[in-house]
């Protein structure tokens, strides 16, 4: 019995390493055949590609490491490569090889000579690993995109567009099925169309535009329009701008007034420490600005539709205390502290007078906005809004439809008010302009209604 233990015990002893070397074999022989592809990420991933573009390829295999990545574009001929790279091999089992890399590449189609259509982004990734004969393990990841490097077409169809400085225009025009954005575009603001009849199969829209007050006289207007690739066109077209001389006002600051002024603003908004100038000048500079982008963000999503019928109705029995355009300058103690322009008209009647919409729309907006006090803003479609400041109440809600003539407030004197009167301000995609021309039924016709007439009959046609 105890020859037959020992007899066993040699055997094990003699096994032993035997079964340790194929152990070790097996191991060694799935390390360097292991299995597991190459990972690969890719960023952007266009559906489109029109222009220059710089890709941002990441890649990892956390085994036998990375041997070598490729990256190339597929038309109909041979495929064009872009980036072609091969890693070392380093330290036992490639531990200290390259497992992550993160590289970048640029594809330019006209330096390419790509033609218009599909074309087919291929990213090849070996491994180490001694699978495939060899060759190690292979990751493919494609990604299909269309070439198109071909802008999109527009014609202006209306012809004359004489505006006057810090005033409207509206220009009809034509562009190709592929247009994803289009408009008038001054310096960097842009003015968005609308299909015409809210039907975008016709190719015809039309554009609401403003000749800010406060851009340099000699400031270009173009027709611009992006399609579904960023294809961009610019292009000219026909208008006059009448130059517009704006009134200068002086404004004095008392202690008084900046009294009464400051404790009608919540005291959190100010400094602890400041003034009451430096409190005042606050409300005039930054709170001015933060209203004036406020506004004109909010007006950016109107309604495709026209909600309006003829002239905007002018406050009855109101006289004008302020124009469109002042040019403010502000003294204290004798001291120029401020300058600002006023983008709206100021007209007074009697103390907490009714408030009529001045035109159909719908209520975006109503309730305090800063130096405006208690505010109401109505889109009235396609671009156009109007807004009514310094109320005492308001009398309607955010989404209500409002009619030409309907009581929507009463004046009064919240926000930077010196006295009861209504701030009324015209907004063409958020830009104030002079809401004189629209309180006119002859410039509204020889501008406006024109135009959209020769467009129906070219609709029609």
């Known amino acids: 019995m105890k020859k037959s233990r020992n007899k066993k015990s040699r055997l094990i002893i003699t096994l032993l390493p035997t079964v340790i070397i194929f152990i070790i074999f097996i191991w060694f022989l799935m390390t360097i055949f292991e299995g597991k592809k190459p990972l690969a990420k890719l960023t952007p991933?266009?559906?489109?590609?029109?222009?220059?573009?710089?890709?941002?390829?990441?890649?990892?295999?956390?085994?036998?490491?990375?041997?070598?990545?490729?990256?190339?574009?597929?038309?109909?001929?041979?495929?064009?490569?872009?980036?072609?790279?091969?890693?070392?091999?380093?330290?036992?089992?490639?531990?200290?090889?390259?497992?992550?890399?993160?590289?970048?590449?640029?594809?330019?189609?006209?330096?390419?000579?790509?033609?218009?259509?599909?074309?087919?982004?291929?990213?090849?990734?070996?491994?180490?690993?001694?699978?495939?004969?060899?060759?190690?393990?292979?990751?493919?990841?494609?990604?299909?995109?269309?070439?198109?490097?071909?802008?999109?077409?527009?014609?202006?169809?209306?012809?004359?567009?004489?505006?006057?400085?810090?005033?409207?225009?509206?220009?009809?025009?034509?562009?190709?099925?592929?247009?994803?954005e289009s408009g008038v575009l001054i310096n960097d603001i842009l003015f968005q169309g609308v299909p015409f009849n809210n039907d975008p199969h016709t190719g015809m829209y039309l554009c609401y535009?403003?000749?800010?007050?406060?851009?340099?006289?000699?400031?270009?207007?173009?027709?611009?329009?992006?399609?579904?690739?960023?294809?961009?066109?610019?292009?000219?077209?026909?208008?006059?701008?009448?130059?517009?001389?704006?009134?200068?006002?002086?404004?004095?600051?008392?202690?008084?007034?900046?009294?009464?002024?400051?404790?009608?603003?919540?005291?959190?908004?100010?400094?602890?420490?400041?003034?009451?100038?430096?409190?005042?000048?606050?409300?005039?500079?930054?709170?001015?600005?933060?209203?004036?982008?406020?506004?004109?963000?909010?007006?950016?999503?109107?309604?495709?539709?026209?909600?309006?019928?003829?002239p905007w109705l002018r406050m009855k029995k109101a006289a004008t205390m302020a124009t469109f355009g002042d040019e403010r300058t502000y003294y204290y103690k004798n001291n120029v502290v401020d300058r600002q322009l006023h983008m709206g008209i100021d007209l007074a009647s009697f103390a907490r007078s009714p408030v009529q919409a001045a035109n159909t729309g719908r209520v975006i907006f109503a309730k305090d906005l800063g130096i405006y006090g208690l505010t109401i803003v109505i889109d009235h479609g396609q671009g156009l809004a109007t807004m009514y400041g310094h109320l005492s109440s308001i009398d309607v809600a955010v989404d209500q439809v409002i009619n030409k003539g309907d009581i929507i407030g009463i004046t009064g004197t919240t926000g930077l008010a010196i006295g009861d009167h209504l701030h009324f301000g015209f907004l063409v995609h958020g830009v104030p302009v002079n809401p004189v021309e629209w309180w006119d039924a002859h410039w509204i016709k020889d501008n406006i209604l024109k135009k959209l007439s020769m467009a129906e009959k070219l609709v029609e046609k």
């Open 209 to 310: 535009f403003a000749f800010p007050c406060n851009v340099k006289k000699d400031t270009a207007l173009y027709l611009w329009a992006k399609d579904v690739a960023d294809n961009e066109i610019k292009k000219s077209f026909h208008y006059h701008i009448r130059q517009k001389r704006f009134r200068k006002d002086n404004i004095r600051l008392s202690d008084r007034l900046l009294d009464a002024i400051i404790t009608s603003f919540p005291p959190t908004i100010f400094k602890p420490d400041d003034s009451n100038i430096e409190k005042y000048l606050f409300i005039n500079r930054i709170l001015r600005k933060e209203n004036t982008d406020f506004l004109q963000e909010l007006c950016q999503s109107p309604s495709n539709e026209k909600l309006w019928d003829g």
């Open 45 to 180: 991933l266009p559906e489109y590609i029109s222009k220059s573009t710089t890709f941002n390829v990441v890649i990892s295999d956390v085994k036998m490491g990375l041997r070598d990545v490729k990256v190339s574009i597929k038309q109909d001929g041979p495929a064009v490569p872009l980036l072609k790279k091969n890693f070392p091999y380093t330290g036992l089992f490639n531990k200290k090889g390259v497992h992550i890399f993160d590289g970048e590449f640029t594809l330019n189609p006209k330096q390419l000579n790509l033609v218009q259509g599909q074309a087919n982004l291929i990213i090849e990734i070996h491994d180490f690993s001694k699978r495939r004969g060899g060759d190690g393990n292979l990751t493919i990841l494609e990604h299909k995109m269309t070439v198109d490097t071909i802008p999109p077409s527009m014609t202006a169809l209306s012809r004359s567009h004489n505006i006057n400085r810090g005033g409207s225009g509206l220009i009809i025009y034509r562009v190709s099925a592929d247009t994803r």
